[in-house]
């Protein structure tokens, strides 16, 4: 099972910012914070992962909590090819542990809608 | 990061045949992984496929069902065998490149 809780929906206006929450409660002191989305009918895209530390790249930014239960996904400027299913995953990447402990298990995401 | 390109992207079968369906990187990665989506569903991994190694498949998926090839670092295969309805899914190969995993585009299934 999933070890993330994100909400099933959300929807964001055209260039305001979009931030995807995601509960991890459970996750484990070795476990990072990783973030995948999904455009309809295509493969996976990687967005961002993390462990403790806030990270940011030329997609979006990633804030974990002190306490790393919950993290926010931040778009800061949605647009409509942002509209996807983004989904939050804990796991030990493969380099650090390998095997089956490291692969990724995929919850039902949040359908973000991007809207003009 | 890491090109992967799948083949062929999509198909129509008959129950009780077998598809191949052929996963291509552009760099050599030791780990392969297959992933399947029912419709309106999330990803779930059918297995991992090691170079040199036999699969190791997940709960609820058996080799006789999902045999999986990996003759070297840059190429893998998932046959999908006996084909029902119910194995209608779109099938995607990921690899993972410095902590980060990257899928290929998928084979979307279609069993008649």
């Known amino acids: 099972d999933a070890k993330t809780t994100q909400p099933t929906s959300m929807d964001c206006a055209e260039g305001r910012a979009a931030n995807l929450p995601c509960n991890h409660s459970t996750i484990s002191g070795n476990e990072y914070v990783y973030w995948y989305r999904q455009i309809h009918s295509q493969g996976p895209q990687y967005i961002i992962h993390?462990?403790?530390n806030n990270e940011t790249n030329e997609m979006a930014s990633l804030i974990i909590t002190e306490d790393r239960k919950s993290s926010t996904l931040i778009l800061p400027h949605a647009t409509l090819r942002d509209t996807a299913v983004y989904y939050c995953?804990?796991?030990?990447?493969?380099?650090?542990?390998?095997?089956?402990?490291?692969?990724?298990?995929f919850g039902k995401g949040t359908k973000l809608s991007v809207k003009p | 990061s890491a090109v992967i390109s799948q083949k062929p992207s999509r198909d129509i079968c008959q129950r009780g045949t077998s598809l191949t369906i052929q996963c291509q990187v552009d760099?050599?990665?030791?780990?392969m992984f297959w992933y399947r989506q029912q419709p309106g569903q999330s990803l779930t991994l059918i297995a991992t496929a090691n170079q040199g190694s036999e699969a190791t498949y997940e709960s609820g998926f058996v080799i006789d069902k999902f045999p999986i090839s990996r003759p070297n670092l840059t190429f893998s295969t998932l046959t999908v065998s006996n084909m029902s309805p119910e194995d209608s899914s779109i099938y995607l190969c990921?690899?993972?490149?410095?902590?980060?995993?990257?899928f290929g585009p998928g084979t979307r299934l279609t069993v008649t």
């Open positions: 995953i804990v796991r030990v990447p493969l380099m650090n542990y390998g095997g089956s402990q490291g692969n990724l298990i």
């Open positions: 993390g462990l403790k």
């Open positions: 990921s690899v993972e490149v410095s902590d980060e995993q990257y």
């Open positions: 760099s050599q990665v030791t780990m």
